[in-house]
């Protein structure tokens, strides 16, 4: 089974904001292995067709700091669970949703 997993940017780090961020990290696993990743352009700053673009990546899972919340039942809708309330380096989200420690939707994420 394939899951895709986009972390919002702000240079190294997880975006405070996902509004903000002008990049997302886009990590595929299957079986829990890595297998794809790239950096990825948000373009324009509409929440909805951002959304949109990651769905149409086949993002599931979105991390990042904060979420407008206006906006999270379009994300639902397309199939994106949004986590917020994580910080920290990007590469650090990513092994904690590997080992599967990021699952609620208000999950923290803290560095080691």
Not at 46 to 66: D, E, F, K, N, S
Not at 88 to 109: L, M, T, W, Y
Request: aromatic residues 8%; contains cysteine; charged residues 25%.
């Amino acid at each position: 089974m394939t899951t895709c997993v986009a972390i919002a940017l702000f240079g190294e780090e997880v975006s405070p904001r996902f509004c903000f961020a002008e990049q997302v990290l886009v990590v595929s696993f299957e079986n829990g292995r890595e297998i794809r990743r790239n950096v990825v352009g948000l373009g324009e700053p509409w929440l909805p067709r951002r959304i949109a673009h990651l769905a149409a990546m086949g993002v599931r899972t979105l991390l990042c700091g904060a979420f407008n919340r206006a906006y999270l039942p379009n994300a639902e809708r397309l199939g994106i669970r949004v986590v917020t309330g994580i910080s920290g380096k990007a590469e650090d989200a990513v092994a904690s949703f590997r080992r599967g420690q990021i699952v609620s939707p208000r999950a923290r994420h803290r560095r080691s």
